[in-house]
């Protein structure tokens, strides 16, 4: 056990005297007591008490600590619904006024079908605008061989690389009376219809029926097949050759009695040849 005869008294002064005009005073003497070893006794290393640094760590976090920060929201990106895209603007304007018509020259016995907006970005977008017009009017094609007039495509079956064959256009820029078929159409003739109407006719029975004439000789050869005597009524003749081209026709398919066979060809004479197929 450490006496007290162990220990040195010695009075240490921190700092010097104040000078004058100095801001901040000096500090306060303290004294330090210092053990000077016995002759008898080993050196040994000065033991240094541990000191608590809690009021440094205290003052280091007044001193450092920093506003906290809201926490960000994290949006789960999977989750989320994408912004809508904006409307698509079309590049090309302009007004299409549509006509039904018996045959290609005609223009004031046409039914009108109304006046559409067109807005579209493409050419290939505009022929299937007018495709989607043009096979909600249309009945049956009608081809010509030779001068023989027939049926040719059903309605059903008439596809976009057919709308040549049922629809004309006439340009607001061109000549009066000139037409063009829907295939001819560019971006630069769209273009210069800008805020102009253009005229889109619909053939019934396809440009075939290119004038008065020669509708008036489709309609009697295939449209008005049934002849009819005076009463308006068809021949008893008629009655029976229809019969037997229905039997040459759908015999294969359909067996009836023949009473059967006569009311089919009523039927067909009534509403026209085009039945008959």
């Known amino acids: 056990m450490e006496s007290e005869s162990d220990f040195d008294s010695i009075v240490m002064t921190s700092s010097p005297a104040p000078i004058a005009g100095e801001r901040f005073p000096a ?10 070893a016995s002759p008898s006794e080993p050196p040994t290393s000065p033991q240094i008490q541990p000191q608590s640094h809690e009021p440094i760590v205290e003052a280091l976090g007044r001193s450092t600590r920093l506003p906290l920060r809201p926490a960000a929201t994290v949006v789960d990106d999977l989750d989320s619904t994408p912004p809508p895209l904006p409307p ?13 018509l018996d045959y290609t020259s005609q223009t004031t016995t046409g039914i009108n079908k109304g006046t559409h907006d067109v807005v579209v ?66 971006t630069a003739m769209m273009q210069n219809w800008k805020d102009k109407t253009v005229t889109f006719a619909v053939l019934k029975y396809s440009v075939t029926s290119s004038g008065k004439p020669v509708f008036l000789k489709i309609k009697k050869a295939v449209l008005d ?53």
Request: with cysteine.
């Open 27 to 36: 500090s306060p003497r303290r004294q330090v007591r210092v053990r000077t």
């Open 121 to 186: 970005s493409s050419v290939a977008e505009f022929l299937e605008f007018l495709f989607s017009k043009t096979k909600t009017l249309i009945e049956r094609e009608v081809i010509d061989t030779d001068g023989v007039y027939s049926f040719g495509k059903e309605k059903q079956d008439v596809l976009l690389t057919d709308l040549d064959r049922f629809a004309i256009l006439t340009s607001p820029s061109s000549a009066k009376g000139v037409k063009k078929k829907p295939s001819s159409v560019t």
């Open 225 to 277: 097949f049934a002849a009819a005597d005076r009463a308006g009524a068809a021949t008893e003749s008629l009655h029976r050759d229809t019969v037997a081209r229905l039997k040459e026709l759908h015999s294969m398919n359909y067996a009836t009695h023949e009473a059967k066979w006569g009311i089919f060809a009523n039927y067909c004479l009534a509403d026209g040849a085009q039945h008959l197929e």
């Open 88 to 100: 698509t603007i079309g590049l090309f304007n302009f007004k299409l006024e549509m006509k039904l």
